[in-house]
């Protein structure tokens, strides 16, 4: 099977409706169930108003982590007293109320951007668990009812201008994290039951930190953990975190998250990288033998992270230019201005459509194609609030998350 057909295979399985009923899915961790930012929801608003807008919610502080949702819950983080204090929270995904606030942590905070601040990596759960990420602020493991299971604060002090970002995954038994710093970086494993090291690998320090999340793929062969950075994206074995490949980026930063797909993960390092697809199942240095493509870029800066659909390969940069490439070749089919705004969110996609927003709060839904094709634009009312979280699809709605307040939209 080629890759396109492989592709288009797998679109029309996240887009399948049985019987005339909405598969409507939970949404455990950054960029979804399987890290690649595809929902198989089908029926999802791509149209809203301010009468769409279900409840909103005030939160506590500020944050900018993503809603994750299990069941009736829906999982953030925030800040409060300028990184002195750091909590975890739950809403009740149908009224927006706050079931619970616990602190995970007080002390004085380590050094973040104005753009950044200490609450932006998003949660992960496995339903009965959920795991929060807050740098120096530890790693944190609470009941799906808020009573804490375990805190490790013992990671490090995450030196550096920038702040982390870095979100949790879950991989069986295992809670990874990416501890990337200026110095003593390393990719953390953990027992999801007591916090207590498995395996602790070290990565390559960052000059300015760390950013990016692991993602778990499954080559048919084996599984890996993929890990984009400022000067290799890394690949790992989650059962004792040995390196099993490492490609060279193109040009720094490491961020954004790597977009998998059919084989393949496709990369952008930030500030204005190029883009490139590596084969998955390598060994070694894999730079010179595995790089399928390579395109250079040339623009703005990129922060929010690619999404593959069918043949098509987007991207948009913080200015707002987004990019449509081949995903087999990494030719540009075109390149074009999404409505003004600068744009940090990770885009994600469903019912073969893709969803971007901006930090204004402006969602435009895109259909790929041969050209730009922007199917709605929607304004939320927000009064001025900085939207830098991706959006979440869950259960027929979409969570719309800004620095300050938590909104539920559906039809």
């Known amino acids: 099977m080629t890759h396109a057909s492989a592709r288009t295979a797998t679109l029309a399985l996240f887009t399948l409706c049985i019987g005339g009923y909405v598969i409507a899915d939970d949404w455990p961790a950054w960029r979804g169930p399987d890290r690649s930012g595809h929902s198989r ?5 791509t149209k809203w108003d301010a009468k769409s807008v279900l409840w909103r919610t005030p939160l506590p502080g500020e944050g900018q982590s993503s809603p994750v949702v299990f069941g009736d819950r829906i999982f953030l983080t925030a800040s409060l007293e300028k990184g002195k204090k750091r909590v ?3 809403v009740d995904r149908h009224k927006g109320n706050i079931l619970w606030q616990e602190t ?3 002390g004085a905070p380590e050094k973040s951007h104005s753009m950044n601040g200490w609450a932006s990596a998003t949660c992960a759960t496995d339903g ?7 740098g120096k602020g530890g790693l944190h493991c609470y009941s799906a009812d808020g009573k804490k299971l375990w805190s490790r604060t013992d990671l490090g002090e995450f030196t550096g201008p920038w702040g982390t970002t870095a979100c949790p995954l879950f991989v069986g038994d295992l809670v990874v994290q990416n501890c990337d710093a200026t110095s003593n970086a390393y990719l953390l494993a953990v027992d999801k039951k007591s916090g207590k090291n498995v395996w602790k690998t070290p990565r390559p320090d960052l000059p300015k930190g760390g950013w990016s999340s692991p993602v778990l793929v499954d080559t048919g062969k084996r599984k890996e953990i993929v890990l984009n950075g400022e000067a290799f994206v890394i690949s790992y074995d989650p059962a004792d975190g040995k390196e099993l490949w490492r490609c060279k980026t193109f040009a720094g930063r490491g961020e954004p998250t790597v977009a998998p797909g059919d084989g393949l993960v496709y990369v952008i390092n930030g500030l204005v990288g190029d883009i490139y697809a590596v084969k998955l199942g390598g060994s070694g240095n894999v730079t010179s033998t595995h790089v399928q493509w390579h395109t250079p870029r040339k623009g703005g800066r990129d922060q ?6 069918g043949k098509f390969l987007l991207t948009a940069d913080m200015t707002g230019i987004a990019t449509c490439y081949d995903a087999d070749n990494g030719k540009v089919i075109w390149k074009d201005r999404l409505p003004d705004g600068q744009y940090t969110a990770s885009p994600f996609a469903a019912g073969g459509l893709v969803y971007f927003i901006n930090e204004a709060g402006k969602t435009i839904v895109v259909e790929p194609g041969p050209k730009l094709k922007v199917v709605a634009t929607n304004v939320l009312n927000t009064k001025g609030e900085i939207f830098r979280a991706s959006l979440t699809p869950a259960h027929g709605r979409i969570y719309a998350r800004s620095q300050t307040h938590l909104y539920c939209i559906g039809k």
Do not use: D, K, Q
Not at 41 to 45: A, C, D, R
Not at 304 to 309: H, R
């Open 41 to 45: 929801e089908t029926g999802l608003p």
């Open 88 to 90: 975890v929270l739950c």
């Open 304 to 309: 929010p992270s690619p999404i593959v659909m």
């Open 128 to 134: 009965e668990r959920v795991v929060a990420f807050f």
């Open 104 to 106: 995970a942590w007080t």
